[in-house]
């Protein structure tokens, strides 16, 4: 069998397919279906200093090949994930990247140092959550973007990740690695929407959501492409992937890892799945690594 582990931003993984941030949790209710220390990693949901309740109902809506979320980074925030999950995962023998949210720059170094005095793996930045910014996500535009990871660089002392969204663009991408990301992660939620016909009202509170599944494919991997091209460090290819193909596009796009997200709401097995079509498509290809195909598109 060929050899599936992946370096990405200083992170070895034992394979290049990780949960997504908002689409796992932290893996319990999942390891009751199969071991997710068979993924590569899973990425937390987004943790922020103190807990947080998210937004209001209703949060989700599907759409046409898609689902809209909005959220709002619910979660327990960062010192009860220290306390009360991070050891299960570490006991699994998963590889833990924490997702960290800030409402400024400060707020992000302070939340990157607390979890550096855990035992994750790696961070990832998030800068690109649609449900949450006022005036548009930190990560569409450069400058904001490398304020916040220049911050959290000083601070981290594991792999620091960058989450982008879809409209920041190579400029934002190329902030992140000057001020010293060790890879990007890319794309987050298009920002969307949708109307109840019954009260003429946006379904959401916030009126816009974050849309993700396989509608938004073709364009998350058109950008995966160009950051591959354009930058020295990693690209983590997101949005759409369902299945093994899927997956494979994006690493033949450039991409060192895949992060598998709505697909987990469809079938709970996706991630582990991809794993084993890889594992296969190596196999009948007679692939040693994924240096052989990962950008060939590029060539």
Not at 3 to 22: E, H, Q, S
Not at 36 to 47: D, I, S, Y
Not at 209 to 223: C, E, F, N, V, W
């Amino acid at each position: 069998m060929g050899d599936m582990t992946v370096v990405v931003g200083g992170l070895r993984l034992k394979n290049p397919v990780i949960a997504a941030a908002g689409t796992f949790g932290f893996g319990a209710e999942y390891g009751e279906i199969y071991d997710p220390a068979r993924l590569g990693a899973v990425c937390t949901k987004g943790l922020t200093l103190r807990p947080r309740d998210g937004n209001p109902p209703p949060r989700l809506h599907e759409t046409a090949c898609g689902l809209l979320n909005s959220i709002g980074l619910q979660n327990p925030g960062i010192d009860a994930f220290i306390r009360e999950e991070l050891p299960r995962m570490k006991e699994q023998g998963i590889t833990v990247i924490a997702n960290v949210w800030g409402d400024s720059p400060a707020e992000y170094e302070q939340a990157v140092a607390r979890l550096c005095d855990s035992p994750v793996d790696a961070i990832e930045l998030n800068v690109s959550c649609p449900n949450v910014s006022q005036g548009g996500p930190v990560g569409e535009d450069a400058r904001r973007t490398a304020r916040v990871v220049r911050r959290a660089r000083r601070a981290c002392t594991v792999p620091l990740w960058v989450k982008l969204p879809p409209a920041g663009g190579i400029a934002v991408a190329r902030a992140a690695q000057e001020e010293g990301a060790d890879a990007v992660s890319t794309v987050n939620t298009f920002r969307g929407m949708a109307i109840d016909i019954e009260t003429g009202r946006p379904v959401f509170a916030n009126v816009v959501a974050g849309l993700s599944g396989p509608a938004i494919k073709p364009i998350a991997l058109r950008i995966v492409y160009e950051l591959a091209g354009a930058l020295t460090i990693p690209v983590v290819g997101i949005g759409g992937i369902s299945d093994w193909r899927d997956a494979l596009e994006f690493i033949m796009a450039g991409a060192h890892a895949v992060q598998v997200g709505t697909a987990n709401f469809v079938d709970p097995l996706a991630a582990v799945r991809i794993v084993a079509g890889l594992e296969r498509y190596m196999d009948e290809k007679g692939i040693g690594n994924w240096e052989v195909i990962r950008g060939s598109a590029q060539r």
